[in-house]
C-alpha cells in the first residue's frame, strides 16, 4: 500500500511553493481558504458593528456623522449577509464534500479556484470604497429610487451594485460546481438515500442560488443601467418602477435566507448524531424538510413588502405560504430533539455550540412567524424588532452552528484539536452575550424604535434598552474573539487529533487527520449511511473502505450514476493550473474599468475574458471529458 | 386678536410634548385598530412563550442523562419517527393554521375602515419632511402644513400617501401600522385616535442621511378644537403688526426664503420646502427634531446644515438684525 500512497501523492500533491499555491486546485485548500477569507469578512463586518453600537449605546450621540452611520450599517449588513454568511457555508462545503462523498474532489476543480478567486477579489473590489471614503450608503436592500443617481451622485452604490454582480458570479459557478458533484463523483454505493444530510441541505441552497441570484444579478445590472447609462427602470418620474426593485429583491433576498441557514442546519445534523451516540432521527424526514424549504423558500418574499399597498388577498395568501414554511423547519428541529431523546448525549463544545443554536433558532423562528401575520407585521416592520429577528436567525442559525461545525471539523482541517476548555468559555460568552445584545432589540421594536437611524432622542423612552444592547454587543464580540485565538493557539500547540477523535459515522473521519491531498488511497464502496458505525449498527451490507480502486495513473476519481451511484466510469480531474487565477484577475480589471468607466480598459479586459475562457475550455484529456 | 388668544393653548400642547418621555410603543395602543392589532401581538406573544418553553423543556430534559465518554461507545439507531411527525408536524400545522385564521380578521378590521371617511386628507414624504393637505369645503382650495397632522378624535380618516422622491413609511405606532410612501403610487390608508393626546411618529423605511431625524407628530383633539384649529390654518395670513414683523416680512421675500416656501397671502409661493403660513402653530421645527421656540428657530434659518446635515435648506448668512426679524416674523405667523 505504501507504493499506491507514494504514487498518489505525486499526482496530486501541490508544490509548496508561490506558483503551487496561486494555483492549486485541491478543494481542501480551497475550502479553508473560503473559511478563513469569510472569517476575516465576518470580523471587518463585527468592527462595523461595534461602531454603531457605540453610537447607539446613549441617547443624541453624534460622534459618528449620518453619513458615516449609513455607511457602516449597509457595510454591516452587506458584508455579513453576502461576504459572510453564504461563502463560510461554501467553505465546510468545499472542504467537506468530497470527504463525505468519498471522492478525490470535486466535480471542477479549476471551477472551484475560480469561484474562490471571485469572492475574495469581489470582497477587495467592495472594500476599495473604504479607501475613497464612498462606501455604499443605501443599505443593503438598497431600495430604488435612494440608490439612483439624482440622490445618490458618488460612487458608493455603484460599488454596492457591480461589487455583488462580481460575487454572484464566484456564487453562482460555485453553485453548479456543487450540483455536478453531488450527482456524479460520489464513492460507487453512496446512492442519493445515503447522503449525509449535510449534503442534502448544500445540495438544496446550490438549487436555490441557480434559481435566486439570476434575480439579484437583473436588478444590479438594471440599476448600474440606470445610474450610469441613463435608463430608468427604477426612477418612477420617468416611467419605471420603485416596487420592480423591491420584488427582484426579496424574489432574491428571501431563498437568500434559506441559502445561509439550511447548510448550517446541516451541520447541525451532522454533530448532533455524532454526539447522541445514534444515526440522526427521521432521516427521510431530515432531508424531505430541506429540500421543501428551499422550494417554499420561493414562495414568501411578499412578506418582506406588507406595507408597501398591496390587496389583502395577495398579502394573505404570502402570508399563509410564510407560516407553511414553518413546518419544514419544525420536522428538523423535532428530528433533533428526537434524536436527543433517544440517546444519551456526550457534552463536547460543538455539541454545546449546537444546543445553544437549537434555542436560539427556536427563538428566531417564533419571532419571524409573528412577521408572517400580516397585520402585527405592520407594526413589526422596519423596526428593532426585525433587527433582532434577524440576528437570531443569522446568528442563531448560520454563526453558531458554523462556529460548533469548526470546533467540529478543525481536528479533521488541521490535524489538532481546538482547547475544550477555552472552548466551552467561547460557547458561554458567545450564547450569553448573543441573548443579552439582541434580545432587548426585540423590546425596542416593541417601543416603536425604527431600523437604520443613526442617533434617537433622549425623550424616546429608548435608553435602556439601546445601552444593554450595546453592552450585550460588546460581549458577544468578546466571545468571537476567543473563537480566534483558540484557532490560532490550537492551530500550534493544539493535542494532536486521531483520524476520528469523536468517533463519528461519516466518510471523512474515516481519512488521517488532516487528509492526505488525494483523500483516499482507497475510493471507497458504501454500503450504509454511517459506513464508520458499521461494526456496532449491523446494517445487512458492509461497506468497503480498505479495498477497492486505487486509481494511481493520473488524476482520477470515479464517475457514478446520479441516484444510485453504480460506478459508471473513470473520471479525469484537472492538474493545477495558474488558469482560475487569472481569469478573476481579468473580471477583476473589467469591475473597476465599469466603476470608473474606462471604456477602453473595459473591452479590452472582455476580450481576454474570451481567450482565457477558450484556453479554458480546451480539451486537455479529449479521450476522457474534461473534469 | 386670535393669536395670542390660541397661542396658551399651543404653549401648552409644547409642554406636553415636552413631557412626552413614554415610548411610543405599538403595544399600548390609543386607537381601535391599534388595539386590535396590540391584542394579536399579545396572542402572539403568549403563545410564542408557551412553545419556547415546551421546547426547551425538551430540549433539556435528554440532557439530564449523559455520558462523560465518546470514544468507542455504543452506538444504537432507530426511532423518534413519531416524536417528529407530532411535535414537528402536526402540532405546528394546528398552532399555525389557528394564529393564520384568527388574524384575518384583525387584517379586515384594520386594513380600511368600517364606514366611509368624512375627512381626508394627504401625506407627501419629502426628504426629510412630511407635508399634509387638507380639503376644506371649498374644493379648490386646500391648506397645506407639515410635520403635524390634527384630527378630531373618535372619527375615522382617511390617509392618501405619496411620495414626492425616495421611499418613505409613515408610522404612527400608538394609532395605526405602517404604510409605505413610494414614489409613482398613490396608497390608501386610514388614521384613528381615540383618546385625545399628541402621538409620535417616524419615517420607518430608510430615506438616506437625515431618516433617523423624519418625525410627525399627530394631534388628536375635539371635534370642536379641531375644527377651530382648521379655520385658523385656512386663514391667509394678515399684515405685519410690528416694526419687527414687518422689517422679518420683509427680509423672508427679499432674501432666498420665498425661492423655496409659501407664505399664503403674500408673494411667497415657493414649494421645495413646507408651507410656513402658520409655522408658528406647530410643535416642532425640522419634522420634529427641535421644539418650535425662538432660540431653536433662530438656531434653524442661521444654521440648518449644522443642526440637520444634509438638508435641502441652506445656510443663510443673516445679519443679527434681520435673523431676530426673521424669527420673530415666522413666530408671529400663527
Known sequence: MASIAARLDEEWRTPHSLYGELSTVDHKKIGKRYLVTAFVFLIIGGLEAALMRAQLIGPNERWLSPDQYNQLFTMHGTTMIFWYASPVLSGFSNYLWPLMLGSRDMAFPRVNALSYWTFLFSGLFLYTSLFLGQMPDRGWFAYAPLTELQYSPALNMDFYALGLLFLTISTTIGAINFVATAFSVRAPGMSINRLPIFIWSTLTTSFSMIFALPALSVACVYLWFDRRLGMHFFDPAQGGSAMLWQHLFWVFGHPWVYIIVLPAMGIASMVIPTFCRRPIAGYTYVALATVSTGVLGFGVWVHHMFATGLPPLSMTFFSGASMTIVIPSAVSLFAWLATLWGSKPVIRTPMLFMLGFICLFVIGGL????????????????????????????????????????????????????????????????????????????????????????????????????????????????????????????????????????????????????????????????????????????????????????????????????????????????????????????????????????????????????????????????????? | MTGSRRRPGSMLLLLMLAACVQAPSFMRPASEPAHRIAVLGWWLIAIATIVFVVVMVLLLVPLMHRRQEIAHADVHGGGGERMILIGGALIPAIILIAVFLFSLPTLSATITPSSRPRYTIEVSGHQWWWEVTYHTADPSFRVTTANEIHIPVGEDIGVRVNSRDVAHSFWVPELQGKIDLIPGQTNTFWLRADKPGIYRGQCAEYCGMQHAHMGVVVVAQSAAQYADWLRGQEAPVTAPRTTDDSLGAQAFQRGACSLCHTIRGTDAHGVLGPDLTHVGSRLTLAAGMIPNTRGHLQGWIANAQGVKPGVAMPTLYLDATSLQALAAYLESLR
Open chain 1, 367 to 627: 419571532s419571524g412567524v409573528a412577521t408572517a401575520v400580516v397585520p402585527y407585521d405592520w407594526q413589526l416592520t422596519d423596526t428593532y424588532f426585525i433587527v433582532a429577528h434577524i440576528h437570531y436567525v443569522l446568528i442563531g442559525i448560520n454563526l453558531f452552528p458554523v462556529i460548533g461545525g469548526l470546533y467540529y471539523w478543525f481536528p479533521k482541517m488541521t490535524g489538532r484539536m481546538l482547547d475544550e476548555r477555552l472552548g466551552r468559555w467561547n460557547f458561554w460568552v458567545m450564547f450569553i452575550g448573543m441573548n443579552v445584545g439582541f434580545f432587548p432589540m426585540h423590546i425596542a421594536g416593541l417601543l416603536g424604535m425604527p431600523r437604520r437611524i443613526y442617533t434617537y432622542d433622549g425623550s424616546m423612552g429608548w435608553n435602556t434598552v439601546n445601552l444593554v444592547t450595546s453592552l450585550g454587543a460588546y460581549l458577544f464580540a468578546i466571545g468571537v474573539l476567543m473563537f480566534v485565538w483558540n484557532v490560532i493557539k490550537s492551530r500550534v500547540r493544539g493535542a494532536i487529533a486521531a483520524g476520528n477523535p469523536w468517533d463519528a459515522s461519516t466518510l471523512e473521519w474515516s481519512t488521517s487527520s488532516p487528509p492526505p491531498e488525494y483523500n483516499f488511497e482507497v475510493i471507497p464502496t458504501v454500503r450504509s449511511r454511517d459506513p464508520l458505525w458499521e461494526d456496532r449498527l449491523e446494517p445487512p451490507e458492509q461497506s468497503s473502505l480498505r479495498e477497492g480502486p486505487t486509481l494511481t495513473d493520473g488524476r482520477l476519481t470515479v464517475q457514478s450514476a446520479p441516484l444510485d451511484a453504480d460506478r459508471v466510469r473513470l473520471l479525469h480531474m484537472s492538474e493545477d493550473t495558474l488558469l482560475p487565477l487569472i481569469v478573476a484577475l481579468v473580471m477583476l480589471a473589467l469591475f473597476y474599468a465599469l466603476l470608473f468607466r474606462i471604456w477602453g480598459l473595459a473591452l479590452a479586459a472582455a476580450v481576454m475574458l474570451g481567450v482565457a475562457t477558450a484556453w479554458w475550455l480546451w480539451p486537455q484529456h479529449p479521450e476522457h471529458g474534461e473534469g
